[in-house]
T-cell receptor
Framework: DAKTTQPPSMDCAEGRAANLPCNHS???????VYWYRQIHSQGPQYIIH???NNETNEMASLIITEDRKSSTLILPHATLRDTAVYYC?????????????FGQGTTLQVKP | GAVVSQHPSWVICKSGTSVKIECRSL??????MFWYRQFPKQSLMLMAT?????????EQGVEKDKFLINHASLTLSTLTVTSAHPEDSSFYIC???????????????FGEGSWLTVV
């Protein structure tokens, strides 16, 4: 699985959009980009994933560049409850053996 | 999303004893589950991949005789920490793969985690 690079920490004002970047320059053509978050002392929560098209769900939007070497997770209106560690992971989404390997993630602090 | 449940949420055991943690998929069948451990202020570390009806595949450096994994049904995987010692104290998290269909591939949902303290 390709590796990802994320900034270690970010701040965001409550009510504003939080844009979390992720670099995955060695991603292969059949690897998906997944985003999870982990709130303190809880199991990771699935947010969204995509292959090459931009994706949106009730939690967030995922913007993937045309060359697929980077992506951005957007939380449109961040709240204090969005404070968490956000993990960007690439894996073979259609494979029965694809594992999720976690890096260090980005600690997002939403401030009032 | 799919629900994965772990039990117990926290457990304290004496050094030298064994403790079992259960991971259940509540509304779907999971042929593959994964077990992680996480130490304070660190990221999740994959321990093993659990496949229903077959032996688990352990990551490099994980002792298979110490961390016994059983995946006897499509909705239950168990992790048994044998002869536990204080250094085994950690947050253990399971996850299960769900096939979403179509071009969405599959994704993985996580349980709430289990805190193990060995005294």
């Amino acid at each position: 699985d390709a590796k990802t690079t994320q900034p270690p920490s970010m701040d965001c004002a409550e009510g504003r959009a939080a844009n979390l970047p992720c670099n995955h320059s060695t991603i292969s053509g059949n690897e998906y980009v997944y985003w999870y978050r982990q709130i303190h002392s809880q199991g990771p929560q699935y947010i969204i994933h995509g292959l090459k098209n931009n994706e949106t769900n009730e939690m967030a939007s995922l913007i993937i560049t045309e060359d697929r070497k980077s992506s951005t997770l957007i939380l449109p209106h961040a709240t204090l409850r969005d404070t968490a560690v956000y993990y960007c992971i690439v894996r073979f989404g259609s494979s029965n053996t694809g594992k999720l390997i976690f890096g260090q993630g980005t600690t997002l602090q939403v401030k009032p | 999303g799919a629900v994965v449940s772990q039990h117990p949420s926290w457990v304290i055991c004496k050094s030298g004893t064994s403790v079992k943690i259960e991971c259940r998929s509540l509304d779907f069948q999971a042929t593959t589950m994964f077990w992680y451990r996480q130490f304070p202020k660190q990221s999740l570390m994959l321990m093993a991949t659990s496949n229903e009806g077959s032996k688990a595949t352990y990551e490099q450096g994980v002792e298979k005789d110490k961390f016994l994994i059983n995946h006897a049904s499509l909705t239950l995987s168990t992790l048994t920490v044998t002869s536990a010692h204080p250094e085994d104290s950690s947050f253990y998290i399971c996850s299960a793969r769900v096939y979403l269909g179509g071009s969405s591939g599959n994704t993985i949902y996580f349980g709430e985690g289990s805190w193990l303290t060995v005294v």
